[in-house]
């Protein structure tokens, strides 16, 4: 029996692009129409591939700014194409602006349990820093909105590691999520990416210095967890087992995940593919009834264990180590980065610390070289 598929909208258009966004956006809503036709057509093609759908990730861009009558229109043919579970756990990314009593019951109609607010700060300097376009103020009102109007599951969106960010500004920011008792908190580390405004910056006029960022990392670790909150994942505090994200562990996990929309990336077996990142080419590809698909890769057996490593020690749960094809010398660097604190040995697991989810993109190399 096939198992169930996580599902991922990309809804790419949004108000204006941010300083340091690379996703691929479209600040205009001059396509919405031929977008949601296309999207719907993209649906319909996979419904004879998916049977059952237990996660509905709607991210962006800024999903939220659809509104609930367009936001309709995809459920609607979500629910009409796939077999979905009954306890979907179906998120929304949403930015405070959209947020008011009436939004919040609209989307509870459709089925969404799960809003992701994208907040990022409470500071209006650092909001203005970031592009954000709203101010502390609006951040409060849409929580409050929020936790008065939404029985699902509350999660937010921050960002650290600006030149804001030294530990007692950062401590306030988390004290200020944690008095609206968040389900779920994501901290993202600042990243500067190529071709945004802040590439074009001095990086010390952006962000910490890593030495910096490092030891405000490892305290947000320390203070979230000692709040209640389960460090699963890199970037990820959820409160208790219950509010860890599924969908979002699909990828980690290496579960069975489709992408619909343009530049969306999708996941089954060995084989990974994505779509075209260009939204006229999206709608033109499909109303032609082709799938948008830009290009598609089998894993080898290689590829296969380094992604499965990479991924997993991205996570609290870790990996097996009787999967990985371990010579005696890479059980010795094993012991090795357990001593210095990077890894936890347990059970046949290899078990990330907070320091080593800081160097989680180069452990796997360590692991394996």
Not at 46 to 60: A, M, N, P
Not at 352 to 360: A, D, I, K, N, Q
Request: proline share 4%.
């Amino acid at each position: 029996m096939m198992e169930p598929v996580g599902l991922y909208i990309h809804i790419p258009f949004c108000r204006k692009r941010c300083k340091y966004c690379d996703f691929f956006t479209i600040p205009s809503l001059k396509l919405l129409t031929p977008y949601l036709q296309a999207v719907k057509k993209e649906i319909s093609l996979y419904c004879t591939t998916i049977k059952k759908v237990d996660t509905i990730y709607l991210g962006g861009g800024t999903p939220s700014i659809l509104g609930v009558k367009n936001l309709e229109v995809i459920m609607d043919e979500i629910l009409k194409s796939f077999d979905v579970s009954a306890k979907c756990e179906i998120s929304l990314e949403a930015n405070p602006d959209d947020i008011s009593k009436e939004f919040i019951q609209g989307i509870s109609k459709l089925g969404i349990n799960r809003v992701v607010l994208g907040i990022q700060s409470f500071d209006d300097a650092k909001l203005n820093f970031l592009g954000r376009g709203y101010s502390g103020s609006k951040v409060r009102q849409a929580l409050e909105i929020l936790r008065v109007n939404f029985r699902g599951s509350c999660c937010l969106d921050m960002i650290y590691g600006t030149v804001f960010d030294n530990w007692k500004f950062w401590e306030k920011e988390l004290n200020s999520a944690l008095s609206y008792f968040p389900d779920h908190i994501s901290c993202y580390e600042l990243t500067i990416h190529e071709k945004t405004v802040f590439s074009r910056f001095k990086r010390n006029d952006v962000k910490l210095d890593d030495n910096t960022f490092r030891g405000i990392y490892l305290n947000t670790s320390r203070y979230l967890s000692h709040t209640g909150y389960i460090h699963y994942e890199v970037s990820n505090y959820a409160l208790g087992i219950g509010n860890i994200c599924r969908h979002n562990m699909k990828y980690w996990k290496r579960l069975s995940y489709v992408g619909i929309g343009p530049s969306a990336h999708s996941f089954m077996g060995k084989e990974r593919w994505w779509n075209v990142s260009s939204l006229r080419k999206y709608i033109k590809l499909l109303a032609s009834g082709e799938l948008p698909t830009e290009a598609r890769e089998v894993l080898g057996p290689g590829q296969e264990q380094l992604e499965y490593l990479a991924l997993g020690l991205r996570t609290k749960d870790g990996v097996s180590s009787s999967v990985l094809s371990l010579n005696e010398y890479g059980f010795k660097r094993l012991g090795i980065l357990e001593k210095e604190g990077y890894i936890h040995l347990e059970g046949g697991k290899i078990l990330p610390t907070p320091l080593g989810y800081l160097v989680s993109d180069s452990l796997p190399v360590e692991i394996l070289d």
